[in-house]
């Protein structure tokens, strides 16, 4: 019903899902995916997960079941999850297996290239764009639109640490630019202005 590869070198867990799940299934699958996490987050770094759901079948019940299990998981969740679906229903029934803001793939490369991290370095990291980013609330969700075809849709909690981390990056920036400038006193401008 369930089976877990852990790649530690990548800090990337997929989980397999398969069957016909019930609650029971559900109730087995929590503790072992909690403990597979745990794994995951001792090591430091990002932790990446792929839910394989491509040959599981559940109803509307378990789906919130899992769906629930997932939302358990504090502060064990992974910093970037895929679902792999495949299949003619619509991608909702996916969202069953747990993670609503997790993107669908259709396929395990799509899902471990975005995962990893290897869609956004194939497109030439060294570009540095000098143009904002554009974010707007759309119902419970916050999209962040900006070049370099950015398009990411964060819930407000997600949101708000982004731009705390974006905003901490960008001040260590700044310092770092003021600190290697001839002649800089080492004072970045904005904070002299201050």
Not at 174 to 189: N, Q
Request: glycine share 6%.
């Amino acid at each position: 019903m369930f089976a877990f590869t852990l790649e530690p070198d990548r800090v990337l867990l997929t989980a397999t899902l398969t069957g016909e799940w019930s609650f029971e299934t559900v109730l087995a699958y929590e503790p072992h995916l909690r403990q597979q996490l745990a794994l995951l987050r001792a090591s430091g770094r990002p932790r990446l997960f792929i839910v394989d759901c491509r040959t599981v079948v559940q109803n509307d019940d378990v789906g919130e079941a899992l769906r629930l299990a997932v939302a358990r998981l504090g502060q064990l969740h992974p910093d970037r999850t895929a679902v792999v679906f495949a299949g003619s229903i619509e991608k909702n029934s996916a969202r069953r297996v747990g993670d609503l803001n997790a993107p669908i793939f259709p396929t395990m490369e799509l899902a471990r290239d975005w995962v990893t991290g290897k869609v956004y370095r194939a497109q030439s990291p060294a570009t540095v764009h000098d143009e904002p980013s554009d974010a707007i609330s759309e119902g419970f969700a916050v999209r962040i639109h900006g070049p370099a075809d950015v398009d990411l849709v964060l819930t407000p909690a997600a949101a708000l640490e982004t731009a705390r981390r974006i905003s901490d990056a960008a001040v260590g920036a700044l310092m770092e630019k003021a600190r290697t400038e001839p002649g800089a006193s080492g004072v970045p401008h904005f904070v002299e202005a201050l």
